[in-house]
């Protein structure tokens, strides 16, 4: 008999070193399955072959309800929760600690569907208008604006890239920039002339004014004060900050612009399927709900203009 926290600690070594999960995939499902782990043994159970089908539902129950001790968990969560759990007892059944899933026929809660929040062309170059190009750090924020909305890289990408990626683009422009997304999975996206100068011009005046703080340089395109590489907090602050100094009416983050990238292409008529490739979705399902946000603003605009909408 294999013990539960065995088969988590196996799992989770699985993704690391095997699936080419991210970080911040591997540390959710590192809290998701302690919490598991440590339910199974209030139960009396210690052993990954001793678990049975009533007993993941009750803990699906248990995230949901909550108790004494800390509150029931939204949908979303329990989901998440519940998808962990699927994944590490197909893990233990793939690697024989267990003869079959008992997870296989629970079913978690519904995620309410919740429409990604786009900002207006309008909303977006006033962003992008924000950074002061006369000093470093304005460059590197411009730099970082640019990239992120006209790639609709995810700000993991971008944080990425190193100065290396961007000289076979320096030389031929219509080359693409090569982005590695969610599991190392690689893709090409274009770069139009608006990052490419925003790029071009932190590495001609910016990047190397940061470069000279940093003890050991190294290759990172995107750099911190102390000419590190820009961290994903440091980002997140970056773009908080544009959108309050843009006094936009909405709380702006990376992935705003990951958003309006997707809902402003297809606004303008591009093909869902070449959206897809463009974001790295794996599935066109998970693009398909931008053509939601698209439907609402159509609606808003035919009420708002039609004299018989009302």
Known sequence: MTSVPRVVAAYLDHLEAEVGASVHTVAAYRRDLARYASWLDEQGVRAIDQVDAAQVAAFAAWLRAGDASRPGLAASSVARGVAAVRSLHRFAVRDGDAPDDPSAEVVAPRRAKRLPKALSVDQVQALLNIPDTETPCGLRDAALLEL??????????????????????????????????????????????????????????????????????????????????????????????????????????????????????????????????LLGHASVATTQLYTLVTAEHLREVFIAAHPRAR
């Open 148 to 277: 992120l909305y006209g790639t609709g890289a995810r700000v993991s990408e971008v944080l990425a890239l190193d100065v290396d990626d961007f000289t076979a683009q320096r030389e031929d422009p219509d080359i693409g920039l090569r982005l590695f997304g969610k599991g190392r999975k690689e893709r090409i996206v274009p770069l139009g002339s608006y990052a490419r100068a925003a790029v071009g011009a932190w590495l001609v005046r910016g990047r190397p004014a940061m470069i000279g703080a940093a003890r050991r340089p190294g290759p990172s395109l995107l750099l911190n004060a102390r000419g590190d590489r820009l961290s994903r907090q440091s980002a997140y602050n970056i773009l908080a900050a544009a959108g309050e100094a843009a006094q936009l009416s909405v709380p702006v983050s990376p992935h705003t612009l990951r958003h309006s990238f997707a809902t402003h292409l297809l606004d303008g008529g591009a093909d869902v399927r070449v959206v897809q490739e």
